[in-house]
């Protein structure tokens, strides 16, 4: 598959962004955030094949659109800019792309995504995750044609105003914009750098060891819903388990991953080790502070739970105890926070547990997040909703989890280091209870 870049601009705002708008400060919590993009493609089918001037009108439609809603979500337009803790509004503009894709749209949706992982998708997005040259950029969008005129969006948003519930308005955001105009669209709200005003701490983000010696390489494991059926009735059928409630099909894959990555630890050095699993953990609607349902900015602390091999039973459902034991914990704290200083504080206490942890080399990190439930399948231009939804290649150790398109199933994308995805994938268990869609 060949992809061929026609045109590269910044889009601007339709509409000048106001002088009193020009500097958006961002939280504490946005402070937290790691410099990283959250990138993401909308696959799109053409339903039949188009004329070459219905394929002009949906390209031009698309950008007009853009170009529209970025003066409700202005911020997307500037650039970050780090010493200030800000997001400069100046309406530079957002990285857009133009691309054709020599090939037919339903051969690349029929071809084995978990093989085309490294090579394929990530030639859809307008660049690669870890851009040191693009560090300031805030949005980046890559509009890719198929020969049929079916249309992959690649999306490319800085986690450092963004975490997935704002990716996913966004885009709601523009698809309403394209499909119907945009007074349909709804303002978010930048008052989260009011609410959690940003402090004079040490900068933390989610931390990545250095490379061994060996690539990254990504690749995505399906469970479809009677897999995560199977796993939860596993863990309700252990009567001597640690597990207090019904876990959630996130907590039954997270713990299941986890498990087989201790396992891969295990074999590659020879003997068990701790490990401490991260899960970021969406608190919108989780606190008694006034936090707007359209808030823009990071919304997300850490949960973490460890695995203590001189104390902790590795059976599954234990795993899945350790995980449901932890997001119980801090939910309740969620609940009951007073006051943004204290969930601040809750917050990156979490953060610098995580950094320690990373200093001591005898302790495994497993890195996981999660936008399941997030109808990203509801996304629609006016052409019909996504045939598919895909992450992209990442240069780090993390593990994301996404719907499957009919909503019961979980697909994990898995970035390990080469050798430990090689272990990892031919892991028995994960063999047994994942599936190529």
């Known amino acids: 598959m060949e992809v061929r870049v026609m045109s590269r ?5 339709s509409v000048p962004t106001p002088n009193h708008l ?9 402070q937290l955030a790691p410099s990283a993009f959250g990138s993401f493609i909308f696959y799109y089918p053409s339903n039949g094949d188009l004329t070459i ?31 200030r803790d800000s997001i400069d509004c ?3 503009g957002a990285e857009y792309l133009n691309a054709r894709v020599d090939g037919q749209f339903a051969r690349f949706l029929e071809q084995n995504c978990d093989q085309a992982v490294d090579q394929q998708l990530n030639c859809l997005i ?11 950029m805030v949005l980046a969008v890559q509009v890719n044609m198929f020969d049929c005129g079916g249309l992959a969006i690649g999306v490319c948003l800085s986690h450092k105003v963004a975490d997935g519930f704002v990716i996913f308005s966004f885009m709601q955001g523009w698809a309403m914009a394209c499909k119907v105009g945009l007074e349909e669209v709804v303002c978010p709200s930048f008052d989260m750098g009011i609410l959690f005003s940003a402090r004079d701490v040490d900068k933390f983000s989610i931390p990545v060891r250095e490379d061994k010696g060996m690539k990254p390489i990504t690749k995505r494991f399906v469970f479809n819903g009677d897999a995560i059926s199977k796993l939860k009735a596993k863990v309700m059928a252990s009567s001597g388990s640690a597990v207090k409630r019904h876990p959630s099909r996130v907590e039954v894959v997270t713990a299941f ?15 068990s080790r701790p490990s401490l699993l991260t899960l970021s953990y969406n608190f919108r609607e989780k606190t008694s502070l006034h936090i707007p349902d359209n808030a823009f900015g990071n919304v997300f602390k850490l949960v973490l739970a460890k695995y203590k091999p001189t104390e902790t039973k590795f059976e599954f459902p234990d795993l899945v105890g350790l995980i449901g034991d932890a997001i119980s914990k801090t939910t309740a704290e969620c609940s009951k926070t007073k006051n943004p200083d204290d969930l601040f504080s809750s917050a990156i206490n979490s ?11 005898e302790t495994d990190i497993c890195v996981f997040t999660s936008v399941c439930r997030f109808p990203y399948y509801e996304i629609d231009f006016g052409w ?17 989890m996404m719907d499957t398109k009919c909503g019961t199933g979980i697909e994990a994308w898995a970035t390990f280091e080469e050798q430990e995805m090689l272990l990892f994938q031919q892991d028995h268990d994960i063999m047994s209870y994942t599936s190529k869609l």
């Open 9 to 13: 601009k910044l889009l601007k705002p």
């Open 22 to 30: 020009k500097t958006l400060k961002l939280s504490c919590i946005d």
């Open 53 to 83: 001037s219905e394929k002009e009108a949906r390209l031009e439609k698309l950008e007009k659109s853009l170009s529209e809603t970025l003066t409700r979500f202005y911020p997307l337009a500037g650039r970050y800019i780090e010493d």
């Open 90 to 92: 100046n309406d530079e």
């Open 126 to 136: 307008p660049f690669e995750n870890e851009a040191l040259e693009f560090s300031q």
């Open 257 to 271: 991953i986890w498990k087989a990555r201790i396992r891969v630890s295990q074999a590659k050095h020879g003997h």
């Open 351 to 361: 953060m610098r547990e995580l950094h320690e942890s990373l200093e001591k080399m």
């Open 384 to 400: 019909g909703k996504p045939a598919w939804v895909s992450s992209v290649h990442k240069p780090s150790d993390i593990v994301l």
